[in-house]
Protein backbone atom coordinates (compact mmCIF):
# COMPACT_ATOMS: atom_id res chain seq x y z
CA UNK A 1 0.00 0.00 0.00
CA UNK A 2 1.22 3.81 -0.91
CA UNK A 3 1.35 5.80 2.34
CA UNK A 4 2.53 9.33 2.36
CA UNK A 5 4.61 11.54 4.78
CA UNK A 6 2.16 13.91 7.48
CA UNK A 7 2.42 17.35 6.56
CA UNK A 8 -0.40 18.36 9.49
CA UNK A 9 -3.59 17.15 11.92
CA UNK A 10 -6.11 19.07 13.03
CA UNK A 11 -8.71 17.69 15.08
CA UNK A 12 -12.73 19.04 15.04
CA UNK A 13 -15.48 17.58 17.81
CA UNK A 14 -15.51 14.29 16.13
CA UNK A 15 -12.24 13.49 14.21
CA UNK A 16 -8.70 13.55 13.40
CA UNK A 17 -7.84 14.52 10.06
CA UNK A 18 -3.69 14.15 9.02
CA UNK A 19 -3.17 15.82 6.06
CA UNK A 20 -0.18 14.01 3.69
CA UNK A 21 2.68 15.47 1.75
CA UNK A 22 0.94 13.74 -1.41
CA UNK A 23 -2.35 16.15 -0.76
CA UNK A 24 -4.52 13.40 0.44
CA UNK A 25 -5.84 13.77 3.89
CA UNK A 26 -7.03 11.34 5.92
CA UNK A 27 -10.29 11.39 8.60
CA UNK A 28 -11.55 8.93 11.40
CA UNK A 29 -13.48 9.05 13.63
CA UNK A 30 -11.39 10.02 17.36
CA UNK A 31 -14.00 6.91 18.75
CA UNK A 32 -11.66 4.99 17.05
CA UNK A 33 -8.74 6.12 19.09
CA UNK A 34 -9.67 6.15 22.58
CA UNK A 35 -6.44 8.05 24.67
CA UNK A 36 -7.15 10.59 21.72
CA UNK A 37 -10.89 10.34 22.21
CA UNK A 38 -10.29 11.13 26.28
CA UNK A 39 -7.36 13.30 25.59
CA UNK A 40 -7.96 17.55 26.41
CA UNK A 41 -7.02 19.65 23.20
CA UNK A 42 -4.24 20.84 24.39
CA UNK A 43 -3.18 16.75 24.86
CA UNK A 44 -4.17 15.76 21.25
CA UNK A 45 -2.32 19.36 19.76
CA UNK A 46 0.76 17.85 21.06
CA UNK A 47 1.41 15.60 18.66
CA UNK A 48 4.98 15.19 16.75
CA UNK A 49 6.34 13.00 13.63
CA UNK A 50 7.63 9.75 14.04
CA UNK A 51 8.29 6.73 11.74
CA UNK A 52 10.21 8.01 9.27
CA UNK A 53 7.61 10.46 8.76
CA UNK A 54 4.55 7.69 8.45
CA UNK A 55 3.75 7.92 11.86
CA UNK A 56 2.27 10.28 15.14
CA UNK A 57 3.35 9.98 18.35
CA UNK A 58 1.37 11.70 21.67
CA UNK A 59 4.51 11.63 24.62
CA UNK A 60 2.24 12.56 27.67
CA UNK A 61 -1.18 9.84 26.60
CA UNK A 62 1.30 7.33 25.19
CA UNK A 63 -0.17 7.12 21.58
CA UNK A 64 1.36 6.24 18.03
CA UNK A 65 -1.00 6.15 15.08
CA UNK A 66 0.65 5.28 10.90
CA UNK A 67 -0.92 6.79 8.22
CA UNK A 68 -1.03 3.53 6.52
CA UNK A 69 -3.23 1.79 9.80
CA UNK A 70 -5.70 4.95 9.27
CA UNK A 71 -5.44 4.36 5.38
CA UNK A 72 -6.67 0.91 5.91
CA UNK A 73 -9.10 2.01 8.43
CA UNK A 74 -7.43 0.42 11.13
CA UNK A 75 -9.00 1.44 14.41
CA UNK A 76 -6.75 0.80 17.81
CA UNK A 77 -6.92 -2.42 19.40
CA UNK A 78 -9.53 -3.08 22.03
CA UNK A 79 -7.30 -3.39 25.68
CA UNK A 80 -9.11 -6.66 27.29
CA UNK A 81 -10.16 -6.23 30.66
CA UNK A 82 -8.29 -8.68 33.28
CA UNK A 83 -10.42 -10.77 34.85
CA UNK A 84 -9.93 -11.56 38.69
CA UNK A 85 -9.67 -14.68 39.59
CA UNK A 86 -11.59 -16.00 42.58
CA UNK A 87 -9.65 -17.12 45.68
CA UNK A 88 -11.84 -19.72 46.23
CA UNK A 89 -10.48 -21.28 43.01
CA UNK A 90 -6.99 -21.84 44.71
CA UNK A 91 -7.79 -23.42 47.97
Known amino acids: MNTSAVK ?3 FDEDSIKVFLMDGRAISVPLVWYPKLYHAT ?5 AWEICGGGYGLHWEEIDEDLSTEGMLRGAPAPRVRKSTKVSASKFG
Not at 41 to 45: A, F, K, S, V
Request: charged content about 50%; aromatic content about 0%; cysteine-free.
Open 8 to 10: DVS
Open 41 to 45: PEQRD
